[in-house]
C-alpha cells in the first residue's frame, strides 16, 4: 500500500483536554493535561500510520492556545493554523476504567468558532497536493461560521475531484435543533465518498435500526462506501457496487474509550488511501480502535504503525468475510 504517497486535509477545532483517574469530574481535584480534538486526533492518528497529513484549524490568543501550539509541533502533523483573537475549547474527563469516562466540554465562543473563516484563504481552498479531505459533524456544529468554512472545502475538493470523509462524530449538545442537525449531517453525508458513523449515530439520523439500513440509505444519498461502528462488537462496512465486509475481533483490555472512534477512522482511512482491500480497511480500523482505549490521553493514546502491524499479524482471522451482496 502507498498510503504514505497520499496526502491528507483534516480541519477542526483542537482543545485542551484536563483528565482525572477519580471516578467522576465531581470528586477530581489532579488533572493530566493533554492536546486533543476529534480531527486533530485523525491528523495525528494518519501521520503515526505514514500518511502525510496537515490540520488546518485557527487558535486563540491565550495561554492555552500557547499550550497546543507547542504541543502540535511535536506531533509530526503539518499545522496550517492562524492566530486570532479568542479563548481555546476546553475538555474535561474523569473515569473511564469500567465503563465509558465522564466528560465536560466548554467550546462555545472559542476563537475557533468565531473566526474559523480566517482560513478561507487561496492557499487553503486550493487543496494543493491534496488528495483526501475529512470532515466530522463536532466541526458542523459549532457554529454557523465554521459549518460555512467545512462547506467550502466539501465545494472545493467536488472542484478537484478530492475524496472526502465524513464521521458524523455527533455532539448533540452542539446542536439545540434536532432536526436542523440531521439535515447539516445529511447533507454533507451525501457528498462524501466514505461516511462512518456509529450505530446510535446512524439510528438518529437516519431513523434505520440495523446497520445495513443505515448504509443503504447512505449509499442510496450518494455515499459510494459507508462503514458503520458497532463499538466492541467492530464495524461493517458497504459499498455502492455491492462489497460489505466485517471487521475481525481484537482482544484488548480498555482502560479509556474517548478518541477509539477517532482511531478507527485514521486505521480505516490510512488502508483506503493505500488500497487495500475492503477487509483490510475494516481491519486496520478496527485495530486502531482498539489499541486507542488501551491507554488515557486521545493523542498520547494513538498506535504507531508498528503496534497496528504487530495486532494485525498476531489475531487469527476469525469470522472474517468479504461478499456480493
Known sequence: MNADKQSVL????????Y??????????????????????????????????TIWASVLG?????DYLADAIGGLGVTPLVRRVSGPTALMFKAGGADGDPEVLQVRHHTAFAQHADALLTGDVLALEGIDHVHLTGITLGISPVVRAVAHALLEAAAAGRVSVSFDPNLRLN????????????????????VVMPGL???????????AEAIAKKYLDAGAREVVVKLGAEGARAWTADGR??????????????????????AGYLA???????????????AAV?????????????????????????????????????
Do not use: C, K
Request: charged share 25%; net charge negative; glycine share 10%.
Open 174 to 193: 452542539l446542536w439545540p435543533d434536532r432536526d436542523e442537525m440531521r439535515a447539516i449531517v445529511n447533507t454533507v453525508a451525501a457528498h462524501a465518498s
Open 19 to 52: 483528565a482525572s483517574v477519580e471516578d467522576n469530574l465531581r470528586l477530581a481535584m489532579h488533572f493530566t493535561r493533554f492536546p486533543g480534538g476529534a480531527d486533530l486526533n485523525v491528523a495525528v492518528g494518519l501521520t503515526r500510520l505514514g500518511v502525510r
Open 271 to 285: 488502508a483506503f488511501l493505500g488500497s487495500g482491500s475492503l477487509q483490510e480497511r475494516v481491519d486496520q480500523g
Open 244 to 265: 460489505t465486509a466485517r471487521s475481525r475481533p481484537f482482544t484488548v483490555i480498555p482502560i479509556d474509550t474517548v478518541g477509539a472512534g477517532d482511531g478507527f477512522a
Open 61 to 65: 490568543d491565550d495561554a492555552h492556545a
Open 289 to 325: 480502535g482498539a489499541l486507542a482505549t488501551t491507554r488515557r490521553g486521545d493523542l498520547a493514546a494513538l498506535p504507531e504503525r508498528e503496534e497496528v502491524d504487530a495486532l494485525l499479524n498476531s489475531s487469527a482471522p476469525q469470522d472474517q468475510f468479504v461478499q456480493r451482496l
Open 10 to 17: 483534516t480541519f477542526g477545532e483542537a482543545l485542551v483536554g
Open 200 to 210: 446510535g449515530e446512524g439510528r438518529l439520523l437516519t431513523d434505520h435500526d440495523d
